[in-house]
């Protein structure tokens, strides 16, 4: 497997920037050291990458990012990435059990608390009540984040911590969404450091 190229089924502006954004960080680079197949995605539009037959039997979801690397397929860019990272290895990656449930619990927190909030403000949902909403919703999840990036630099790590696929993750969501629609982090200066 070690000779076979990472392939990632994905668009750059998709969640699958997550997995193209860490395979960048180890120095990659797309199309010479890992194989990116553009399935388009919900900003451009899809394309018929998705309804071929080779896809579905990865993902029958017809979900975007996909991984294959060998005999290894995976859907879901959390799981992608912490993949990829284990697989490179190196300071990226959890260096021990606790590192990587700590990984994973931000990874899923990213996912699951933060983009339920922000993407629904990407597409414009409910206008100016929705993002209302939303912006409600998330003050109390970046509170609890700016508290705990307290005199830290990152989230995974003795002392200031260090870069891991946990950044990855949450910036992929807070820094990506936050920045496409003019998301005000004042209020929380460490999440916006």
């Given at each position: ?126 206008g100016?009540?929705?993002r209302?909403?939303?912006?409600s ?28 696929v ?19 982090f ?8």
């Amino acid at each position: 497997m070690a000779e076979e190229k990472i392939t990632i089924y994905g668009h750059q502006a998709s969640r699958a920037s997550r997995p193209y954004w860490l395979l960048r960080e180890y120095g990659m680079t797309i199309n010479e050291d890992f194989i990116e197949v553009d399935t388009g995605g919900p900003v451009t539009g899809y394309n018929e990458v998705r309804d071929t037959s080779e896809f579905l039997a990865l993902n029958p979801y017809r979900l975007i990012p996909v991984m294959k690397h060998g005999e290894v397929v995976l859907y879901e860019s959390q799981a992608i990435c912490q993949y990829i990272a284990e697989y490179l290895g190196g300071p990226l990656c959890g260096q021990d059990l606790a590192e990587r449930a700590r990984i994973n619990m931000y990874g899923l927190s990213s996912i699951s608390n933060f983009e339920p909030n922000f993407l629904p403000m990407v597409f414009r949902q409910g206008g100016a009540e929705g993002r209302a909403k939303f912006e409600s919703n998330l003050e109390p999840l970046l509170n609890a984040l700016n508290a705990e990036l307290k005199d830290r630099d990152y989230l995974i790590g003795s002392e200031r911590g260090r870069f891991t696929v946990a950044d990855v993750m949450m910036a992929s969501t807070i820094g990506q969404y936050g920045r496409a629609v003019k998301f005000d982090f004042t209020p929380w200066p460490n999440v916006k450091a």
